[in-house]
């Protein structure tokens, strides 16, 4: 409303002279009374005036006040648009951050070729096959892995060809390689939604105005901790490997101690006999 007024009474004082001049014409064109009595014309041209007196006076010193007072926050506003464009969002800063941001991407996308880099080695037909599932990132075809699995490292010996104690470490010892490889799968497979994310996340902050790259900022904080997740979850799995390794290693000193055993009982049967 202050706006409003500000810009009537600005049209006003503009079209002062106007006004006047209507005002007069619409006096000489009023017709005259049917008494044939003579217009006064010095009382006209002294309302006129009185008129235009008014406008100078009272709109006028109105409008120059209004004036003032906007000119007064047209001043802040200046200093504080300066201020946003010069410290909060000086736009040397933001070309600058947007041509790092062109330049690690491009240091990205050198990383996802690296990460689709062929590494298969295999040339035998069963290898090359469990080599293939296990290479595959598609965590649609984990069910796979243990045909060929079997395949290449034999299935678990019957119970008449091994101990039991044998047959049990065998078979834990498959169980988490199977697992391992598994995860390796997902693990690739999640790697790859987290490498289409940056990317998308890289575009649009190379593109984002200042008031939005902050949401951007938390979207890639919040994939961050995602990755975090998924390294963790890698960790352990490589913690289990290393687990059943060791415990393979201790099984395997056992059973040497027991054969020892057992020998030792055979020879010394032995003499006695």
Same mark, same amino acid.
């Given at each position: 409303?202050? #706006?409003?007024?500000?810009?009537?009474?600005?049209?006003?004082?503009?079209?002062?002279?106007?006004?006047?001049?209507?005002?007069?014409?619409?006096?000489?064109?009023?017709?005259?009374?049917?008494?044939?009595?003579?217009?006064?014309?010095?009382?006209?041209?002294?309302?006129?005036? #009185?008129?235009?007196?008014?406008?100078?006076?009272?709109?006028?010193?109105?409008?120059?006040?209004?004036?003032?007072?906007?000119?007064?926050?047209?001043?802040?506003?200046?200093?504080?648009?300066?201020?946003?464009?010069?410290?909060?969002?000086?736009?040397?800063?933001?070309?600058?951050?947007?041509?790092?941001?062109?330049?690690?991407?491009?240091?990205?996308?050198?990383?996802?070729?690296?990460?689709?880099?062929?590494?298969?080695?295999?040339?035998?037909?069963?290898?090359?096959?469990?080599?293939?599932?296990?290479?595959?990132?598609?965590?649609?075809?984990?069910?796979?892995?243990?045909?060929?699995?079997?395949?290449?490292?034999?299935?678990?010996?019957?119970?008449?060809?091994?101990?039991?104690?044998?047959?049990?470490?065998?078979?834990?010892?498959?169980?988490t390689a199977q697992s391992a490889l598994k995860k390796a799968i997902a693990i690739d497979a999640a790697a790859d939604?987290?490498?289409?994310?940056?990317?998308?996340?890289?575009?649009?902050?190379?593109?984002?105005?200042?008031?939005?790259?902050?949401?951007?900022?938390?979207?890639? #904080?919040?994939?961050?901790?995602? #990755?975090?997740?998924?390294?963790?979850?890698?960790?352990?799995?490589?913690?289990?490997?290393?687990?059943?390794?060791?415990?393979?290693?201790?099984?395997?000193?056992?059973?040497?101690?027991?054969?020892?055993?057992?020998?030792?009982?055979?020879?010394?049967?032995?003499?006695?006999?």
């Amino acid at each position: 409303m202050p #706006a409003f007024l500000s810009d009537v009474f600005h049209c006003i004082w503009q079209e002062k002279t106007k006004i006047i001049a209507l005002l007069l014409v619409l006096v000489l064109l009023t017709p005259q009374s049917a008494n044939g009595q003579s217009i006064d014309w010095g009382a006209i041209v002294a309302a006129i005036k #009185a008129i235009g007196t008014a406008i100078d006076v009272v709109i006028g010193t109105g409008l120059q006040a209004i004036n003032s007072a906007l000119g007064r926050v047209n001043q802040i506003l200046n200093i504080i648009n300066a201020f946003f464009q010069n410290q909060i969002y000086p736009q040397a800063g933001i070309n600058r951050a947007r041509g790092v941001v062109g330049v690690v991407q491009g240091i990205y996308n050198v990383i996802r070729g690296l990460v689709n880099l062929n590494v298969a080695s295999a040339t035998l037909a069963n290898p090359r096959q469990l080599e293939a599932v296990i290479l595959s990132r598609n965590p649609g075809i984990i069910g796979l892995v243990p045909g060929p699995y079997t395949t290449v490292y034999q299935p678990l010996p019957a119970a008449t060809d091994a101990p039991p104690a044998v047959r049990d470490m065998i078979d834990m010892t498959d169980a988490t390689a199977q697992s391992a490889l598994k995860k390796a799968i997902a693990i690739d497979a999640a790697a790859d939604q987290l490498m289409n994310a940056s990317d998308q996340l890289w575009g649009e902050l190379g593109q984002a105005a200042p008031g939005t790259a902050p949401m951007i900022e938390a979207q890639s #904080a919040a994939m961050l901790v995602k #990755a975090h997740a998924l390294t963790q979850s890698a960790m352990a799995e490589l913690f289990r490997i290393r687990a059943i390794d060791m415990a393979n290693t201790g099984a395997a000193l056992k059973f040497n101690a027991d054969h020892a055993s057992d020998t030792r009982r055979d020879l010394t049967n032995m003499f006695v006999k």
